[in-house]
């Protein structure tokens, strides 16, 4: 009997330590791997491939136009025609639009870069989120566990009793239904565990006869900084608040683009003439101008510049919002995880160390017979329930703090100064 119960106090001990099997899937080898392997981000580091190659074609002129004409042919008899002409021309913009184009394409790429940032927190977010979860439901299966084996101890400690006429049938009638909860317990969890490893198996790309295995996290908590610095990190370095920054340049320029359409482009081309017919040979040339100013058109460009204008307020306001937005979050975040973090520090010093206390008085209890099985029973069942408790409130923190490490713009709070 003493055995069972030192056995028991142990748990109670071991409740809060850390799975020590070597076979474990850590979370900075997991981020590295959805680094490299997460189709998000492949598929956002190719869109900023796709930008940068339209930086280059963004500069230069279009493609030249050769034509080659036939003229006076009777019944179509190509080698009877009056004239052969081979012309080529060239468009030419007036000499700061490809420069404006070129500042465009440069923007857009850098505001694709920012996707991509964005993506990587979102999935890296995601994946810390999943991690934490599974390691709350396999600290929950390992406490099942032991409570089962635990149980079915007791069930045969009481059986004996029984029949010698100790304890009453109910004390063996509790110890089977406490067998059969843990058993549907052990269900639950097992199914979960298999849902948050095939949500991680998605965001690492990884083969579906592939798994993963013990899910494992520091037994310190910190959480030690600024919130100010906080803030002020996440306003210059969130990529989702620096696009819309790159936003706003892109409306300007789109704005200097759309006011350069007042100014005309060029044509030039140089033509080649013979007469098949004849003996007449040679060259003629040509030139020609856009009229953007005329009465007919003037409409139009003034619309696109309005248009423009508006698109300006936009990116502006939108900007303000992103802002104001993530400020709202970071500090929503930041007070969650503090008054978090504080709650672990009360389950660590005061509530665990107690309820270990009461557990340890009711088996001094019920090892002298002032107390029954029951109360021992209900005394470590609190224990579990309140290390349940404590897991819950570490899973919701960690959750919380890679939610706030996504909302600030950085993978690891700690580089934050």
């Known amino acids: 009997m003493n055995k069972i119960f030192l056995v028991l106090l142990l748990l109670t001990t071991h409740l809060l330590s850390q799975n020590s099997s070597p076979t474990v899937s850590r979370l900075e080898d997991l981020i590295a791997e959805a680094m490299k392997n997460n189709p998000e981000i492949q598929a956002s580091l190719a869109q900023v491939d796709v930008m940068r190659a339209r930086v280059s074609q963004a500069g230069t002129l279009d ?10 042919m009777p019944d179509f008899k190509f080698n009877e025609a009056m004239y052969s002409r081979i012309e080529l021309m060239q468009m030419v913009p007036f000499p700061t639009k490809l420069g404006t184009q070129n500042d465009l394409a440069e923007i857009q790429k850098r505001s694709s870069q920012s996707d991509q940032l964005e993506k990587v927190n979102e999935v890296l977010a995601k994946l810390k989120s999943t991690y934490v979860e599974l390691w709350f439901i396999q600290q929950n299966i390992a406490i099942a566990q032991e409570n089962s084996r635990l149980m079915k101890q007791f069930l045969s400690i009481a059986q004996t009793k029984y029949t010698t006429g100790q304890v009453p049938q109910q004390d063996i009638l509790k110890a089977q239904i406490e067998i059969a909860m843990i058993g549907n317990e052990q269900v639950s969890l097992r ?23 013990i899910a494992v996290m520091p037994s310190e908590v910190s959480f030690a900084m600024n919130l100010d ?4 990190f996440a306003l210059h370095n969130r990529p989702m608040i620096v696009k819309d920054s790159l936003m706003i340049d892109e409306s300007k320029t789109m704005l200097s683009m759309v006011k350069q359409e007042y100014l005309p482009d060029f044509k030039f081309g140089i033509e080649r003439m013979t007469e098949p017919m004849g003996s007449f040979t040679g060259w003629s040339v040509s030139a020609g101008i856009t009229l953007p100013f005329a009465p007919w058109t003037l409409g139009k460009a003034s619309a696109r ?10 990116s502006n306001a939108s900007y303000t919002s992103t802002r104001n937005m993530v400020v709202s979050n970071i500090k929503d975040l930041y007070y969650k995880a503090s008054g978090a973090k ?11 160390p107690q309820a270990k206390q009461s557990v340890q008085a009711s088996l001094t209890a019920y090892q002298t017979g002032t107390t029954d099985f029951l109360m021992l029973i209900d005394a470590y069942r609190t224990l579990v329930n309140l290390s349940k ?25 700690s580089n934050v100064k």
């Open 63 to 72: 493609d030249p136009e050769l034509k080659f004409m036939q003229e006076g």
């Open 342 to 352: 504080k709650q672990l520090d009360i389950y660590n010093l005061e509530i665990l």
């Open 191 to 213: 199914q979960k565990e298999l849902s948050m490893k095939a949500m991680m198996m998605s965001l690492l790309n990884r083969d579906t006869k592939d798994t993963i295995s």
């Open 389 to 413: 408790e404590y897991f819950m409130t570490r899973m919701q923190f960690e959750q919380t703090v890679a939610e706030l490490e996504r909302e600030v713009g950085i993978q690891n709070l």
């Open 229 to 232: 610095s906080v803030l002020s």
């Open 305 to 314: 510049v309005d248009e423009a204008d508006a698109a300006i307020i936009k």
